[in-house]
């Protein structure tokens, strides 16, 4: 289960894997990177919550970042990546379907206190984003979502900003898997089946 409570993820993990509060978990490998970056979350001004069980700095009403842990790095990943400039070239994409460079990925935790600077100054851009109420510009999406799938996301705001998030080719997978069937009873079963799935920002064939 998901934690809930911030301080859980720094202590235990973010829940979703059965490394939990073990020492394998990622979270506690990278324990002072982790820490050191919510710190400088904090001091740029920004408000601490939990989302998908990972903290997530916000601000001015938007999700401005959210920190990550893997096995070989952990990230600093930026909401509306489209509207980053980059200066410094310390964004990375996620993978080869993301659109944009949207992370900072650290393999050291010494390397988070050496770009303290670069790193506040990236999240000031994003807040001064938020505070004008930029948005990227929308994409024109490449499938057309099934009704069910949209009434879905309507409902459930959580699930909605999990789905966005996803990469496109991530998206398009569940489009495809709902477009097997024309019933909107199995349409929507699977749309509840598949949510730990978009929640967790994997696609509909990854485990």
Known sequence: MMITEIEDYFTK?????????????????WLQGLNDLRQICVDAGLAETVKWGHPCYV????????????????????????????????????GPNTQYPDMIRFGDDAQVAKMRAVILSYLK?????????????????EVELPDELVDALDSDPELAEAFRSLTPGRQ????????????????????????????????????
């Not at 993990?13 to 490998?29: H, I, L, N, Q, T």
């Not at 070989?72 to 996620?94: I, T, V, W």
């Not at 069937?181 to 799935?197: D, G, V």
């Open 13 to 29: 993990g973010c829940g979703r894997c059965e490394r939990f509060a073990g020492p394998d978990c990622s979270a506690r490998r």
């Open 59 to 94: 601000h001015a009403g938007r999700n401005i970042a959210i920190l990550g842990a893997f096995r070989g790095d952990f990230r600093l990943s930026f909401f509306n990546a489209a509207l980053m400039k980059d200066p410094c070239g310390a964004l990375e994409k996620q």
């Open 125 to 141: 851009e994003a807040m001064e984003y938020a505070e004008a109420g930029v948005k990227p510009p929308k994409e024109k999406s």
């Open 172 to 207: 398009k997978s569940y489009v495809i898997n709902l477009g097997s069937t024309r019933n909107p009873e199995t349409r929507r079963s699977r749309i509840e089946k598949f949510r730990p799935k978009i929640i967790a920002g994997k696609g509909a064939m990854e485990r």
